[in-house]
């Protein structure tokens, strides 16, 4: 799934679970899911930013 997927999927779990009246059971896995998409986002976040350091570092190397 692609980063902007995982935002779209993270922007429906907040609605349905702010908006609905869900099962408690239903609800905590969404919460699970919507945990788990956050810290992979996250993730390639903080890889995106690791690549952008090396270039820019790279770049002022030279």
């Known amino acids: 799934m692609k980063f902007g997927e995982k935002l779209e999927k993270l922007d429906e779990i907040l609605i349905k679970l702010e908006q609905e009246k869900i099962p408690l059971e239903e609800a905590l896995s969404l919460f699970e899911n919507g945990v788990a ?9 903080k890889e995106v930013e690791q690549k952008i350091s090396l270039l820019i570092n790279d770049d002022e190397e030279e």
Not at 37 to 45: A, G, I
Request: charged share 35%; hydrophobic share 35%; aromatic share 0%.
């Open 37 to 45: 998409l956050l810290k992979d986002c996250r993730s390639t976040l």
